[in-house]
């Protein structure tokens, strides 16, 4: 009777704790973690790395299912001429050891999945203070890391278990509950009828009308009407309206593609608070990915978009849904947009 229980208790531990994952991502010292609604972390050293960095990504679950890497440069920026990164890498001045046959090896990057390669380089690493170069630049800084890692134990309930980076216990490592579900935002006309000729102007005319009569700051000369076939009856309709140094702000509606038109404006809300506390969010620099289907967004951090907000979207028959939130707080020269960490992900 009791292994019954117990057996009913963990079953339904397991279900809430599949149930849903917040997003979290949070700085210790020189250390960024972000963990998405599936519980996948990832945790790299910011700040003044000059080139190199550590990462880390682990998938939630009893497996262990994680990578560590190290990278001089991002993968297509490395100097060629420098030497591999293999031999030169120290720990507080001394050699960093490590068993190569573990690790895939090319000259600036490092890559490991091996849990045994893992765990042991970070035995060397967790109470150190920096990981650096020999006879180079590069500097990961340590301070951190232990605070990160255990951020991702926690995150993933894993104190206690085996399988823990830092407060490891007894507990095996089927304690640790899975992944939630992966959640679906389905298609409904993934092909719709294309815009016919007529359509396409009477629908431009009306943006226009419509980007007229919006209070918006941004200089005429510089506004633009984008319209796009969202179904069979219905189009979404973008327009320029604020702009700064390197973003736009747009106006977007769903508007029916027959006159006479009726236009509801597009509002954007996340599933979750994201670090601003803001879950209302701006139709930054938007545009329409016409072969996925999806709305995006993209707001910079900086011209040179190495950190900032990504988002797509997906229309689900009557309003635009989350599909993909990317957010980069770190603006250090690392990371295109194309690589910034996620906080939500959908199939």
């Known amino acids: 009777m009791f292994l019954r229980q117990e057996s009913l208790f963990l079953f339904l531990f397991f279900i809430a704790s599949a149930g849903f994952a917040a997003p979290a991502q949070k700085s210790f010292s020189d250390w960024q973690v972000t963990c998405n609604n599936q519980n996948f972390c990832s945790s790299r050293n910011t700040g003044l790395h000059q080139g190199l960095v550590m990462t880390l990504t682990r998938s939630a679950g009893a497996h262990t299912d994680a990578t560590l890497r190290i990278d001089l440069g991002n993968m297509t920026t490395a100097e060629a001429k420098t030497p591999p990164i293999a031999p030169r890498l120290?720990?507080?001045g001394e050699p960093l050891r490590l068993d190569l046959a573990k690790w895939q090896e090319t000259p600036h990057h490092l890559k490991t999945s091996d849990a045994d390669s893992i765990n042991g380089f970070l035995e060397q690493v967790a109470n150190a203070g920096a990981i650096t170069l020999a006879q180079g630049q590069g500097n990961i800084s340590l301070s951190g890391l232990k605070a990160a890692l255990l951020f991702i134990d926690s995150q993933q309930q894993r104190v206690g278990s085996e399988t823990a980076w830092i407060k490891k216990g007894d507990d095996p490592p089927l304690s640790v509950p899975p992944a939630p579900a992966l959640k679906e935002v389905a298609l409904t006309n993934p092909t719709p009828t294309p815009l016919t000729q007529g359509e396409l102007s009477d629908l431009l005319d009306y943006g226009t009308w419509r980007m007229n009569n919006s209070q918006c700051s941004l200089d005429p000369a510089r506004r633009e009407v984008r319209v796009f076939a969202l179904s069979d009856d219905k189009a979404l309709l973008l327009t320029g309206c604020e702009a700064g140094a390197y973003n736009v702000v747009d106006l977007g509606w769903i508007v029916s593609r027959q006159k006479p038109f009726a236009a509801r404006q597009i509002r954007?809300?996340?599933?979750?608070?994201?670090?601003?506390?803001?879950?209302?969010l701006e139709l930054m620099n938007a545009g329409y990915d016409e072969n996925n289907k999806e709305l995006t967004t993209l707001a910079k951090g900086r011209g040179i978009g190495d950190c900032g907000v990504a988002t797509r979207w997906r229309f689900d028959g009557q309003r635009f849904r989350l599909v993909r939130y990317a957010e980069e707080p770190a603006c250090d020269l690392w990371?295109?947009?194309?690589?910034?960490?996620?906080?939500?992900?959908?199939k």
């Open 90 to 92: 120290a720990v507080d």
């Open 268 to 280: 954007l809300k996340l599933p979750f608070k994201p670090g601003s506390g803001n879950n209302e």
């Open 335 to 346: 990371n295109g947009s194309a690589s910034w960490p996620t906080l939500w992900v959908t």
